[in-house]
């Protein structure tokens, strides 16, 4: 079991940044692949950023360039630091892990047993 607490969330305005935070507990989180998921309301839940045990990451493209995520294992977390925020970006942000050192499809949220509890993100124009 891998239990996920995710946040950072809140209200921006166009243009600003936000850091979401997620940490794990109940796996050696240095074998654990981690990503950023959103959804906005009457859409479904898209990947935003994944990093896998390794270090290797992925991004959506629409958020290349603005948004990076990283991991510290000492800490047991994953961030997603998010600048240049638009009005399109609002959404409930979710942590997502995969245990176990192996390759999968790490933008494919069916591949993640675990989840946060979100935390929204909101950016006005």
């Known amino acids: 079991q891998v239990q996920l607490v995710d946040s950072g969330g809140g209200l921006v305005q166009a243009g600003g940044s936000l850091r979401l935070s997620c940490t794990a507990s109940?796996?050696?989180?240095?074998?654990?692949?981690m990503a950023w998921f959103r959804q906005a309301p009457g859409k479904e839940r898209d990947f935003v950023a994944g990093v896998y045990w390794d270090g290797n990451s992925a991004a959506e493209d629409s958020v290349l360039g603005r948004f990076i995520i990283s991991r510290d294992n000492a800490r047991n977390a994953v961030y997603l630091q998010m600048n240049s925020l638009k009005p399109e970006d609002s959404a409930v942000y979710y942590c997502?892990?995969?245990?176990?050192?192996?390759?999968?499809?790490?933008?494919?949220?069916?591949?993640?047993?675990?989840w946060g509890q979100g935390t929204q993100v909101t950016v006005s124009s």
């Open positions: 997502a892990a995969r245990p176990g050192p192996e390759m999968f499809p790490l933008k494919e949220k069916d591949w993640y047993p675990y």
């Open positions: 109940g796996r050696t989180f240095s074998d654990i692949s």
